[in-house]
């Protein structure tokens, strides 16, 4: 069943603000069986907004609004549904009640024009907002839905998971879509998609691949008339692309390195502690983005000088010898780490993000050392150098892939 | 003059990845003098995607298509195209030989299937990809005209800036829009309203308030016939707003703190280390991610246990009198690390990120220390606690701002 979706706001419109609304709504709606075919941003002018949601209204049995539900005269996301509905707006009592209430939990008056936000149609009803004033709607016509949900983040989140998405789940029926989005490192496209084999060919699941800054991504599509029967034909080809692409899986979906890692780390009650120049705090920052991480995060040391990895452990002959970056630096950078701070593993890691050559070597080189009970070890990476944080992310990624790696293997 | 956008990649309608795409050419069309009427996210459905195309070439002079020029069949865009304007697609000689010549440097035939990126219509000429294969297509007919950009961010950016902005800058004559934006921090949106006084009535330029996660902004919006008299119109409102804010403003549009903070140290030979827990190695990345931070940023110290805050300085007694989230522990924190690594300003930052209290105190409370040659001195904050990442970042910001503050009295 097709949803369309529509994000009202002039600052989105002029690049000010990112619309993250319409990928979260797009990125729940498959699982509920609605199949999203177009995202529409406007401005706040009435005319054009209800042109374009008469359109989508008209041809679609669920369309979504983002938006408009704020107490000024900007606001029309209202006014926009009465319109394309012909229906007059009227002050419900019981939402302006609530209204009242919540201002005054607040500690203040309702201001006059938040009256806008008790308004209602006949064919709507009002849906709690459980984390700001403006109520959502739920408008129903000709057996076509809008469902009008507010601007903020927070406020969507919320009021899809407690308002939406129940109701969502009684009325759609019809073909349920499940995604699995797996996340590969240190393959080439080409190679992936001969690795992947036949299943590129198959309809249901559906396998897509997809080349991305962070590494190719594989992406499953099944669909069923129940959620039970999609997933029965998804699980198997998930099962056999995790098997065939194993080494190089650094995430399944939204799941992310750091969490995996930090997983395999608390199972076992190891810890970690980290020496980083190149990436300056990014590899510390990142696997504290872990909540519990200081379960097994001891600490770091951003050694942006020669100076301070000297004083943190790693040898000046070395550096004299072999450079700053070096697998030789890195390899004794993860160990003084280790050491220092009396953790289980260690890493270092050093390199050049650019835009100017360091020790003669090019940007994006970078150097990932890794020591544990069993010794060290260290690889080179040689990243696309055209942007600093990308360098800084990618080598990131490829350092926590491979104390994964290690951690795996001792299992 | 009216533009549209139209971005296509089932991906993005699937919420996989968000589409930056539009937003990057929604915030560059104002200044050209090209307002953006509406934005719209399609499939690879060509005729879905042909009838949203039509529609936005009929009624708007400009229409930007992002995506759907890759070599297989799901990239529709010259497809698109050609259908809207009815004409049929040939191979041209010159792409075609561009295009192989790039395969060849990249030791590669070019596989048989790209030869699509070689197409061309009657009514459209190639738009040279600096950064990928597939060119872009500068489309024209009745006056109106369709410019097809690629998907990949990197492509986008490179073609718009040289081939497509030079290209509008000669076509579009009319009003031309320059925004500036004044983002704040510390104060509320009604202090900021009062501030702000009677300009906030004014209709060109007209300035809005917009409350965002990392404070409240102020955009001020100016119109004129040439973009002398849109900037003479914007010049003095913005020189009032910044005398008016002065000490809150962290950064003009997309200005960072931690961009002015490097300046100033740069610009007067200073040096700075940190010593941070809570935030977890976020405030050397962020510092970090200035080009040129190597020239005044000596390195840190992510002092995620106490017994390595103790190792790098900070005195034992300090944290049990006063436990690790207190003032006193975060001069320490500045102090030891301005110390240990021989710079001019130190900053420390130990708090709560949550999802637990820490010591009895509730997740968001961090404290800020700051120590120079002058003295230490700290601060309080207590931050909404619902994201890890958030505190984090605006534990990152305030202490970014506070030695700005303090760079900025010493001049």
């Given at each position: 069943?097709y949803?369309?979706?529509?994000?009202?706001?002039?600052?989105?419109?002029?690049?000010?603000?990112?619309d993250?609304?319409?990928?979260?709504?797009?990125?729940?709606?498959?699982?509920?069986?609605?199949?999203v075919?177009q995202a529409?941003?406007?401005g706040?002018?009435l005319?054009?907004?209800?042109?374009v949601l008469?359109?989508?209204?008209?041809?679609?049995p669920?369309?979504f609004?983002?938006?408009?539900?704020?107490?000024?005269?900007?606001?029309?996301?209202?006014?926009?549904?009465?319109?394309v509905?012909?229906?007059?707006?009227h002050?419900?009592?019981?939402?302006?009640?609530?209204?009242?209430?919540?201002?005054?939990?607040?500690?203040?008056d309702?201001?006059?024009h938040?009256?806008?936000?008790a308004?209602?149609?006949?064919s709507?009803?009002?849906?709690?907002?459980?984390s700001?004033?403006?109520?959502?709607?739920?408008?129903?016509?000709?057996?076509?839905?809008?469902?009008?949900?507010?601007?903020?983040p927070r406020?969507?989140?919320?009021?899809?998971e407690?308002?939406?998405a129940?109701?969502l789940?009684?009325?759609?029926h019809?073909?349920?879509?499940?995604?699995r989005?797996?996340?590969?490192l240190?393959?080439?496209?080409?190679?992936?998609?001969?690795?992947?084999?036949?299943?590129?060919?198959?309809?249901n699941?559906?396998?897509?691949i997809?080349?991305?800054?962070?590494?190719?991504y594989?992406?499953?599509?099944?669909r069923?008339t129940t959620?039970?029967?999609a997933?029965?034909?998804?699980r198997?080809v998930?099962?056999?692309?995790?098997?065939?692409?194993?080494?190089n899986i650094?995430?399944i979906?939204?799941?992310?390195?750091?969490?995996?890692?930090?997983?395999?780390?608390?199972?076992?009650g190891f810890?970690?502690?980290?020496?980083?120049?190149c990436?300056g705090?990014?590899?510390?920052d990142t696997i504290?983005?872990?909540?519990?991480?200081s379960?097994?995060?001891?600490g770091?040391?951003?050694?942006?000088?020669?100076?301070l990895?000297?004083a943190s452990?790693?040898?000046a002959e070395?550096i004299?010898?072999?450079?700053?970056?070096?697998s030789?630096?890195?390899?004794?950078?993860?160990?003084?780490a280790?050491?220092?701070?009396?953790?289980?593993?260690?890493?270092?890691?050093?390199?050049?993000?650019?835009?100017?050559?360091?020790e003669?070597?090019p940007?994006?080189?970078v150097?990932?050392?890794?020591?544990?009970?069993g010794?060290?070890?260290?690889?080179?990476?040689?990243?696309?150098a055209?942007?600093?944080?990308?360098?800084k992310?990618?080598a990131?990624?490829?350092?926590?892939?491979a104390l994964r790696?290690?951690?795996?293997?001792?299992?």
């Open positions: 069943m949803a369309e979706i529509i994000a009202s706001g002039t600052e989105l419109l002029m690049g000010e603000i990112q993250t609304n319409s990928s979260f709504l797009a990125s729940h709606l498959p699982a509920l069986g609605l199949e075919r529409t941003l406007v706040d002018d005319e054009h907004y209800t042109e008469e359109r989508a209204w008209k041809r679609t669920f369309t609004t983002t938006g408009g539900l704020g107490p000024t005269v900007d606001d029309v996301s209202r006014e926009a549904i009465a319109k509905f012909q229906e007059e707006v002050v419900d009592t019981q939402l302006l009640e609530t209204l009242k209430t919540r201002f005054r939990e607040r500690g203040t309702m201001p006059p938040n009256i806008k936000q308004w209602l149609i006949p709507a009803v009002g849906l709690p907002n459980r700001g004033t403006a109520p959502g709607w739920w408008a129903e016509k000709n057996g076509h839905v809008i469902i009008a949900l507010p601007g903020p406020e969507l989140y919320d009021m899809w407690h308002e939406v129940p109701r789940r009684e009325r759609v019809g073909s349920v879509v499940l995604t989005t797996i996340k590969t240190g393959l080439g496209e080409a190679l992936v998609d001969e690795m992947a084999g036949p299943i590129l060919k198959s309809k699941p559906y396998v897509g997809y080349a991305r800054p962070d590494g190719i594989l992406r499953v599509i099944a069923g959620r039970e029967e997933s029965g034909l998804l198997p998930e099962e056999d692309l995790r098997h065939t692409f194993q080494a650094w995430g979906d939204d799941e992310t390195p750091e969490e995996s890692v930090g997983a395999l780390l608390r199972q076992r810890t970690l502690a980290t020496m980083e120049s990436t705090g990014m590899l510390a504290t983005n872990v909540s519990g991480s379960h097994y995060f001891k770091g040391i951003v050694s942006y000088t020669n100076e990895k000297v452990g790693v040898p070395l004299e010898r072999h450079g700053a970056v070096s030789q630096v890195a390899e004794a950078m993860a160990a003084a280790r050491l220092r701070m009396g953790a289980d593993f260690g890493i270092g890691i050093t390199g050049v993000t650019g835009p100017d050559e360091l003669g070597k940007p994006g080189t150097f990932i050392g890794l020591a544990h009970a010794g060290r070890e260290s690889s080179q990476q040689r990243f696309p055209n942007n600093r944080t990308l360098v992310r990618r990131v990624t490829t350092a926590l892939l790696r290690i951690l795996n293997a001792a299992s």
